[in-house]
């Protein structure tokens, strides 16, 4: 039996997490730890009253890689949702999991649609020289681009060195009219505004053709299969992990 601590339970996400928790039959929720009248108000505060094999992180940028360090170094697993990190920071808890052989697996996203989404992007990098991404966001996301499409923009960078070929010169009118230029000249675009949950859209073209690859989360639920199998992962496998799609 996982015992496991829910950081960033009275968040959407964090309660979605609880109750999945408590529905499996494998696992033990001893820990809800919130700032905002949470059962424990810190992590230190649950590790000093109960055990916990892995803590789960749903919280914010501002305060997820300080989590995650603290969880390292006090011999906590840990599987991380919250966006935010950056590549540095991301280095940094690589190598404290590999130091002290723990379980650290971080996932942009956690709905499988969205892994194979990611996936498929990847293969579909092969084949086109000219790539960008739209995605999509309720206005209280604080982080952009999200994680999700800069996991996206990596794998697919990993396939072919440049998303712009044969664009011509170009120069905005507006600052950021043309989105972030990422990883091999991907440009993202974050839009934020409610009635949207969370969609990416990848658009491929090549002369003659378009290729677009999208997925919608319209229910939180839809996360909840990754991050049991993300728990049950990390409980018999102590190492870092970057992206779901390692473990599918």
Known sequence: MLNIAVCGA?????????????????????ARIDINNGEFAT???????????ILVDFTQPKSVYENALYCLNNNINVVIGTTGLSDAQLDELHA???????????????????????KFAKMAAK??????IIELHHNQKKDAPSGTAV????????????????????????????????YNNIHIHSVRM????????????????????????????????????????IGEHKEFVYGLDNIM
Do not use: W
């Not at 009275?10 to 001893?30: C, F, P, S």
């Open 10 to 30: 009275n968040g959407k996400m964090g309660q979605e997490v609880i109750k999945a928790v408590n529905e499996a039959d494998d696992m033990t929720l001893v």
């Open 43 to 53: 992590i230190t505060d649950a590790k000093n009253s109960v055990n916990i094999d």
């Open 96 to 118: 404290l999991a590999n130091k002290f052989s723990l379980g650290c697996l971080i996932a942009p996203n956690f709905s499988t649609g969205a892994v194979l989404m990611m």
């Open 127 to 132: 084949y086109f020289d000219n790539a960008e």
């Open 151 to 182: 996991k996206t923009a990596q794998l697919m960078a990993g396939e072919n060195e440049n998303f712009a070929t044969n664009n011509c010169e170009e120069f905005e009118t507006i600052d950021g009219a043309r989105g972030a230029n990422s």
């Open 194 to 233: 409610p009635g949207f949950m969370a969609s990416q859209e990848v658009i491929f073209g090549s002369d003659g053709q378009t290729l677009r690859i999208k997925h919608d989360s319209t229910d939180r639920k839809c996360y909840m299969n990754g991050v049991l199998l993300a728990i049950r992962y």
